[in-house]
């Protein structure tokens, strides 16, 4: 950035911090820096990169290098190099979002630590910041990004205040029915957003939640809510769907039910176990965590003040992994939920991959298992069977486009079948123009034929984050300038990726047009 243009955004800065009413030691510990390197920044005689600003953007809530519509921002990738070295695992997405919602249950106050800094749960923070929840980013170490929440909830929401905008950019909001099960007798809901997957009901979460007495009418872009009557019932159901989030919403509306909720096919992953040690943590009797049979006997009021600490995200564990092995790489990728990453590991050794795997540990929660696993560079080979998800304990959903990567290093003929999901197969050819051989079967299956030599390209993000995170790591092998346009979704669900992957060996920078 020349001196010009740094002091000029650095009096736009200050400017914008004093109109907000923030101290320059306010402005820092959201940053996680300190007072003296703000005063800096406003000087114009500390270098801003593009990320610092948009962190700084978020945070205050406004535009500061460019005045009027928001920029999109890209990423340049130069490829064909080998990775090196060793990156931790950052706490799991899902696991944030579903915490976050369930905050609401707690009247005490509570902690969530180490918390992933992405847009889904900015959307969320955002959310909950509008209805009254005080959301608190807790100063982190020297220069680094705050990571710890505190949430404290008034004893009465303003729901019509709600940030509709934020609200519809994630589809977590349908989370909130849990939490809200009877805060109120008549409220609304804007419709849930996120990715372009295809059609995706709602109505498994309704049919969970009618049960326990919840009515809920969709017109005009919102979902209109009748709160049930407080009761002390016991209820069976079964979930038509073994969803995670329709899961988890019944979970919380359990949770503050003091009769016994008994809930059969609700997914074991590792989300929903999390939310339940949570739940745990804060006096609610839960028997059967792991499995697809919850017993849950809740409470009517909770107010306790608690810290929890999510556990590592397995789908960021399998993307780490998988850039390792597209580059050919030998990476130890630290911090493995290994429960939820079995099959996924089993599946690459079968086609020919090396790993090393370490002796388990457990994650700040107290519960889930760790370990650390270091890629070796491998020949690979094509499956002999199809690769396909399966609820937990199978392969995760989340995991599966990752496959379409790794197949194109392998020698053979890869079906990959997405049955879940009408458009992500789709969205998946476009790693053909990166040199991939796609061929598409239908909206749910694809076949991958190797080995591919990747070759550079410009290519659009699709609007499905998996599938786009898919084309950053297939940019990794492709020698020469990429280009990946459009990153939005790539930072719904990953903080940081771009500058983790750099740490490795990896060379990607940020820019707008």
Known sequence: MAQQTAETVGAILREVRSDRGWTQGQLAAELGTSQSAIARMEQGKQNLSLKMLQRIEDILGQRILNIGPSKMTHLRVEGGRRLSGAVDVNTSKNAGVALLCASLINRGTTTLRNLARIEEVNRIVEVLTSIGVECTWLPGALGEQPRDLQIRRPAVLDLEAMDVEAARRTRSVIMLLGPLLDERSEYKLPYAGGCDLGTRTVEPHMQALRTFGLAVEASNGFYSVRAP????????????????????????????????????NASPNYMVQDLCFYLQSLGVEIEGVGTTTLRIRGRARIEQDIEYCPSEDPIEAMSLITAAIVTNSQVTVRRVPIEFMEIELATLVQMGQDLEISGEYVARNGRTRLVDVTTLPSELHAPADKIHPMPFP??????????????????????????????????????????????????????????????????GCPPALRPAACILLAMLAARGTSELRNIYVIERGYQDLAERLNSIGARIEYFQD
Not at 232 to 253: H, K, Q, S
Not at 430 to 456: C, F, M, S
């Open 394 to 459: 199978g392969l995760n959903i989340d995991n599966l486009p990752f496959f379409a990567v790794i197949a194109g290093n392998a020698t053979g003929q890869t079906l990959i079948h997405d049955w879940v999901y009408e458009n992500r197969a789709i969205y998946l050819t476009e790693l053909n123009r990166l040199g991939a051989q796609i061929q598409l079967l239908d909206p749910h299956r694809i076949y991958v034929n190797g080995p591919t030599k990747w070759r550079a390209a410009e290519v």
């Open 229 to 264: 009557e407080a009761d002390r019932d016991d209820r069976t159901f079964v979930l038509t769907e073994r969803g995670d989030t329709v899961t988890e919403n019944a979970i919380m509306a359990a949770a503050h039910r003091e009769g016994l909720t008994v809930i059969r």
